[in-house]
């Protein structure tokens, strides 16, 4: 008997989420189907009747971030990405700046997890990665107050969260990696009370 349309969409969503766990933690090349397939409790033979590739499957693990972790990780955080403010804004920087979202490596955000793998991958995964950009700026932009530099601010947080956790989370010296935190948060929080 054919497993339902539903059973169907249940095993490829926890596909994409245990992939999505595995290259946060290792990078695309380190991550196998093997390994993915064993980690949702399934055999390699399944994989193909859900994905082309790996590729496909990189692509649709970064695009999960933004409805699937990354949605419970802003509701946890406070952040009402639609209606917030400029308190939503301050809420997003300093969660995604935290010590909690640096130490959440399956959990963490694929913009700083997988930027040097997504510079390498294909043209799906580049744009899956760009949306989750796009979506963090125009949080930012929807929510601070109108001014003719609002898209400009806007990107220039999204570059200061990321650029800060990318570099805190690749660096040795946890003494460093704090003060480019902090530094980063500070600046990032500046910039929003000159609106």
């Known amino acids: 008997m054919p497993y339902s349309a539903q059973h169907k969409s249940a095993t490829r969503n ?7 766990i595995l290259f946060n933690r290792h990078g695309f090349s380190e991550v196998s189907i093997d390994t993915i397939m064993a980690e949702a409790g399934l055999t390699r033979g399944g994989f193909y009747n859900h994905f082309r590739n790996k590729e496909e499957l990189y ?28 308190q939503t804004v301050r809420d997003m920087i300093e969660s995604y700046l935290s010590d909690k979202h640096l130490g959440d490596l399956e959990g963490q955000c694929p913009m700083i997890a997988l930027p040097s793998d997504v510079a390498r ?75």
């Open 14 to 20: 926890r596909i994409v989420e245990c992939a999505r």
């Open 59 to 86: 692509a649709e693990a970064v695009a999960s971030f933004l409805n699937g972790r990354g949605k419970t990780w802003r509701d946890e955080a406070g952040v009402d990405p639609a209606n917030g403010g400029p």
């Open 121 to 195: 991958a294909t043209s799906e995964v580049r744009t899956a990665y760009e949306a989750l950009l796009r979506a963090m700026i125009w949080l930012f932009e929807h929510n601070l107050p109108d001014r003719a530099d609002k898209r400009e601010k806007a990107i220039g947080l999204a570059a200061t969260c990321i650029g800060g956790m990318v570099l805190s989370r690749t660096i040795d010296d946890r003494e460093l990696a704090e003060e480019i935190r902090a530094i980063s948060k500070k600046i990032a929080l500046d910039h929003i009370e000159t609106c």
